[in-house]
């Protein structure tokens, strides 16, 4: 008989699956989010494995993998020799088809859980930049932002990415920028689908002022509510994309 | 160096002060004579060889951060068309501890996970100020995410070629080379005693209410005797 210790909640946690087994399918799935929401564009050279293995910090037996995964359904390619490597292969097409089977895989509840992990992150982070008395750091962040002029989704992304996770740089806690670095590398791509939409994109990007303004004024929740609001867009424009999306399932399976 | 509130009283010159001093000169006595070398490396392959600079740096880089294990980090960082022109714009290395060898990496910021974050390194304090100021600068202590994982103090200068600006040559120390030298020195000054960084950012803090990175206003700095610690932009804070 097992000690009544070992079924307490708390021994379970120590317990839970460390999720190694899943590393190869989350590699995959990063480099198919990337190529899916352009972030990495079609005749993009990828590192090389090693240097893959290396960034990843997983074994090159596992980025072989991954990779082959990838060749196997005409997302990258490899050229031989000399300035060889493996390529993102896809057309526009082929990633937005990749892209919205992505969307329609994902579970209203599930992608909402997502959104509320991601606030819940930025949340802490600028309460304990206000916390830590730093609110003046954000000034260099806030130029940056603002001499970004982003013309398409993939871009503003990017610029989106760039801003948050500088945000969580300022924190100074190393812990919430490696939770900020995680649900951005599986989820942010996702999230931020909104951006693509032009008008989407400039009240995303306003909202985005107004809470670094916010912050360096000294107002945490007003900050706060406005990062609320830009991820509350996304989040809509990405539910409505998922119900396109499987709506677009259900007809092609009549 | 000066201090921002208007009474600042200097702290009483004790053995223990004294001795702490010294401990804190020595740890940060390489940096500058360590930078020098590496940005004296940048500027004569640039004025001659741009095409040799980043093997050239690579070279006294690898030199400096196996020479000690207080370094973390070293190299420099550029928007220059003349560094463009050869290489990237963080020609920058960081020692990776693996089996208990040093390994220098190459940092690649294409690479992290977000590529982007290079678009505002002239924002970034370390390069900013050095820019700007056109002298050295300490910037942290921070979390520096884009190599050690861990809070470090980057040491700048600017690059500088017959007074045209280039960029900035530094290296990285960890907090915690420092507080591993220094914790029980502070406690021999007093319980409560905070190292203090650019005047007014928390380094070390035996007081837990104050975290590493955290900024002390100036009616809570009013609270400590200081002293500077010369050479340096460190400072000891003691209460009065």
Not at chain 1, 154 to 168: I, K, T
Not at chain 1, 171 to 196: C, K, P, T, Y
Not at chain 2, 154 to 160: D, G, I, R, S
Not at chain 2, 216 to 240: C, M, N, W
Request: with cysteine; net charge negative.
């Amino acid at each position: 008989m097992e000690d009544s210790r070992s079924h307490s909640s708390v021994t379970a946690a120590i317990y839970a699956p460390i999720g190694e087994k899943a590393l190869v399918s989350r590699i995959r799935q990063r480099l198919e989010d990337a190529i899916a929401t352009g972030v990495l564009a079609p005749g993009d050279r990828l590192p090389g494995e090693s240097a893959l293995a290396s960034r990843f910090r997983v074994s090159l037996v596992t980025v072989r993998e991954a990779l082959q995964h990838l060749r196997a359904t005409d997302l990258l390619y490899t050229k031989q020799g000399r300035g060889g490597g493996s390529f993102v292969a896809v057309d526009s097409s082929h990633a937005q088809a990749l892209l919205e089977r992505r969307i329609a895989a994902l579970s209203r509840a599930e992608i909402t859980d997502l959104a509320t992990y991601y606030r819940t992150i930025v949340d802490g982070v600028l309460r304990t930049i206000s916390a830590m008395g730093l609110e003046q750091n954000l000034d260099a962040v806030r130029e940056t932002f603002l001499r970004a002029d982003p013309t398409d989704g993939a871009e503003a992304r990017s610029v989106q990415g760039g801003l948050d996770l500088r945000l969580a740089g300022e924190s100074q806690s190393v812990r919430l920028v490696h939770e900020q670095i995680r649900i951005q590398n599986d989820f942010g791509a996702l999230l931020w689908i909104g951006l693509d939409d032009t008008d989407l994109r400039s009240s995303i990007f306003a909202l985005n002022g107004t809470m670094l303004d916010e912050m360096i004024s000294g107002h945490t929740d007003a900050a706060i509510a406005a990062r609320g609001e830009a991820v509350t867009i996304s989040l809509r424009w990405l539910l409505s994309r998922r119900n396109d999306a499987q709506r677009h399932e259900r007809e092609n399976n009549r | 160096m000066t201090h921002k509130g208007t009474n600042v009283r200097t702290i009483a010159e004790t053995p223990e002060i004294t001795r702490l001093v010294d401990v804190i000169t020595a740890w940060h006595a390489r940096v500058p004579e360590t930078i020098e070398r590496v940005s004296s490396v940048a500027i004569e392959a640039l004025s001659t060889t741009p095409r040799s600079l980043e093997a050239r740096l690579e070279e006294v880089v690898f030199d400096a951060l196996n020479s000690t294990s207080k370094f973390a980090g070293a190299g420099i960082v550029s928007v220059h068309p003349a560094v463009l022109d050869q290489s990237r714009s963080l020609l920058w290395w960081v020692t990776q501890r693996e089996n208990g060898r040093v390994e220098p990496l190459p940092l690649d910021a294409d690479l992290t996970e977000l590529g982007t974050y290079q678009a505002g390194l002239e924002d970034i304090e370390w390069y900013r100020v050095p820019a700007t100021t056109r002298r050295p600068h300490m910037t942290g202590p921070f979390v520096d995410y884009m190599c050690t994982d861990q809070f470090a103090f980057t040491f700048t200068v600017p690059l500088e070629i017959s007074s045209e600006f280039y960029g900035v040559a530094g290296i990285d120390m960890t907090v915690r080379s420092l507080e591993e030298e220094i914790e029980s020195l502070l406690e021999d000054v007093s319980d409560e005693a905070i190292l203090l960084s650019n005047n007014d950012l928390v380094a070390i803090s035996l007081d837990p209410q104050f975290a590493t990175g955290s900024r002390l206003k100036s009616r809570q700095l009013e609270a400590y005797d200081l002293s500077p610690v010369p050479g340096t932009f460190l400072s000891i804070a003691a209460p009065h």
